[in-house]
């Protein structure tokens, strides 16, 4: 089974710093790992994916996360947040891609509230 | 708009009775799935369907059960409520079942009392 933890339950930084929401996971079997944000009173939206290849991945809107196998981490960062980045954020993690089909099931954490304050 | 929508957005409901919260997954997705988010559980995987079919499942109370139809929309049926089931529901849906890539309605909450 796998697990996720979101080592911050909230951030709060002024705008235009640079912030970083840490994320570690537990698995035994390889993984693809997932950014979710969640804006308030709306459904979750995908941030960013790692499913293979450079292990930094980066979304439209700046933010960038790196996997490091070795520290089984998934770390968000963004070098200058906007007033508009307050949202709640999710890691999450699925067994990667082995021929079945039921592996779409994601594992959240328990998320991070980041709050922007102008 | 993520193109899955759920209904009804809000129910308030009383101990001991049932309800049926539907979801229509976007256009051409064969993959839909439940999730619970409480303040106390966070978000829980609950089950899914892939093309009508029982895919996974989750932590699924024996009180709760759904189903895919054949026009690909999607239902869960809690029954017996409690206090404690009161949380937001939300479906995702996906093309495929195996990318993790999911795309979330804006879920639907209930309230127990």
């Known amino acids: 089974a796998q697990s996720v933890t979101q080592l911050d339950s909230q951030v709060p930084v002024f705008e235009e710093a640079p912030v970083e929401l840490r994320c570690n996971y537990s698995?035994?079997?390889?993984?693809?790992l997932f950014w979710y944000v969640q804006y308030p009173n709306q459904g979750l939206q995908l941030l960013l994916k790692?499913?293979?290849?450079?292990?930094l991945v980066e979304s439209i809107n700046g933010f960038e996360a790196e996997f490091n196998k070795s520290q089984t981490s998934f770390h968000l960062r963004k070098p200058s947040v906007h007033i508009s980045d307050t949202a709640e954020y999710f890691c999450?993690?699925?067994?990667?891609?082995?021929?079945?089909?039921?592996?779409?099931?994601?594992?959240f954490g328990q998320g991070t509230i980041l709050t922007v304050h102008p | 708009d993520s193109g899955v929508t759920q209904t009804p957005k809000h129910l308030i409901t009383a101990t001991g009775q049932r309800v049926t919260l539907r979801c229509s997954p976007r256009?051409?997705?064969?993959?839909v799935y439940w999730y619970q988010q409480s303040l106390d559980q966070g978000l829980q995987f609950l089950i899914q369907?892939?093309?009508?079919?029982?895919?996974a499942k989750g932590n699924i109370l024996e009180r709760f059960s759904a189903q895919q139809f054949p026009d690909l929309h999607s239902e869960l049926n809690l029954s017996s409520l409690e206090l404690g089931d009161s949380a937001l529901y939300f479906c995702?849906?996906?093309?495929?079942?195996?990318?993790?890539?999911?795309?979330f309605g804006e879920g639907s909450r209930l309230t127990v009392l």
């Open positions: 995702a849906s996906s093309v495929r079942a195996y990318t993790g890539e999911l795309f």
């Open positions: 698995s035994s079997v390889s993984v693809y």
């Open positions: 790692y499913l293979s290849g450079s292990t």
């Open positions: 999450a993690v699925s067994k990667a891609n082995a021929g079945g089909t039921s592996y779409g099931k994601l594992t």
């Open positions: 256009s051409g997705d064969l993959s």
């Open positions: 369907y892939y093309n009508g079919e029982e895919r």
